[in-house]
């Protein structure tokens, strides 16, 4: 301070950006969350988007943590080393939003030196990176409700992918060793859609016998599952027991970025990319296609048609998403139900 004159300040640090152009979330553009994020540990994780930022601005009081501004595979971090603060967010003119801390009024008395320290990280969501930088700070990987699961299974994918050297083939070995898992499971509900198979012509024909009759259909219909010992949902449900660790996974590929950049082989040299040539999202409907004709079953016209569509419809959503994404529902539709 000048000699002779205290002065105030009270120092502040901001991170301000604009959303990216892959901002917006669709089905054909599935990336993940972009906004301000804060965590500490008392409150732990939190995160808001740009709207939220403007609309309903975060004004907390805070000891410790940080704040930060996250996209799908980088961010920009703040740790303030000051102590108490203020975190904020703010809407700017042309579409731009900040998040930053501002620390307790500070007086400099003459002939004195205040400093005010802050460690940035900037750069890419790696795991490792981020746990070593601050706690907490993993959390802005957006695995999304199911992190519980997902995290175990990036360990695991990731320690595969430094034994065979190639990410394409860890997700191929990781989705075949997460069936095997599911084994006896999926062979419960194999085993139930076959006795529903064999029955199903009956129901047919209960179904145009009894077509005019709802409650007497019901009695018929149970009377023939008890008669044949059939669970008509024991198809269903060991499937429905794994639909968490797929999606788990399917949000893993996504959202790794040490799946950027990363090669398969051949054509396919950016795993976190789209097939430029489309030959795996054709190789997996085609495979889909070719699992109806094997598994052939009595069905009424408009499931028939239905079934026939899901191939196509498939596809066409695939085709968009990441090469590793599509290996991984190849390799769940294909290596795994042989």
Not at 84 to 106: E, F, Q
Request: with cysteine; net charge neutral.
């Amino acid at each position: 301070a000048p000699a002779g004159t205290a002065q105030s300040a009270r120092p502040y640090t901001e991170i301000v950006r604009s959303p990216g152009a892959d901002a917006g979330r669709s089905i054909f553009n599935p990336v993940s969350f972009q906004g301000g994020a804060i965590y500490t540990q008392a409150d732990k994780f939190d995160k808001f988007g740009f709207d939220d930022m403007g609309k309903k601005p975060l004004d907390r009081a805070v000891t410790d943590g940080w704040v930060a501004q996250s996209e799908h595979y980088f961010v920009a971090a703040l740790m303030p080393q000051d102590g108490r603060r203020r975190c904020h967010t703010r809407a700017l003119p042309d579409n731009r939003y900040a998040i930053g801390c501002v620390a307790d009024t500070v007086i400099v008395a003459p002939g004195q030196q205040v400093a005010y320290a802050n460690t940035l990280y900037l750069g890419p969501k790696e795991h490792d990176r981020l746990a070593a930088a601050a706690p907490g700070l993993g959390l802005t990987v957006d695995f999304g409700m199911l992190t519980v699961i997902a995290q175990p299974l990036f360990w695991l994918l990731r320690h595969i992918e430094q034994l065979v050297g190639n990410w394409g083939l860890a997700i191929i070995l990781l989705t075949a060793l997460i069936k095997l898992a599911f084994y006896r499971l999926s062979a419960t509900s194999y085993r139930s859609m076959a006795q529903l198979r064999n029955v199903q012509p009956r129901m047919l024909e209960l179904r145009e016998r009894y077509k005019d009759d709802r409650e007497k259909l019901n009695e018929k219909m149970m009377e023939l599952y008890r008669n044949e010992k059939v669970n008509p949902l024991g198809g269903c449900l060991p499937i429905v027991v794994q639909i968490p660790v797929f999606i788990a996974l399917y949000w893993v590929l996504l959202e790794s970025v040490e799946l950027r950049h990363a090669p398969f082989f051949g054509w396919i040299q950016d795993l976190s990319s789209k097939d430029p040539y489309f030959v795996l999202p054709i190789l997996m409907g085609a495979s889909m296609v070719i699992q109806q004709r094997m598994t052939p079953m009595s069905m009424e016209p408009i499931q028939q048609r239905m079934m026939m569509a899901l191939p196509v419809v498939f596809t066409v959503f695939f085709a968009f998403f990441p090469a590793g994404l599509v290996l991984y529902w190849l390799g769940h539709q294909h290596v795994v139900d042989q």
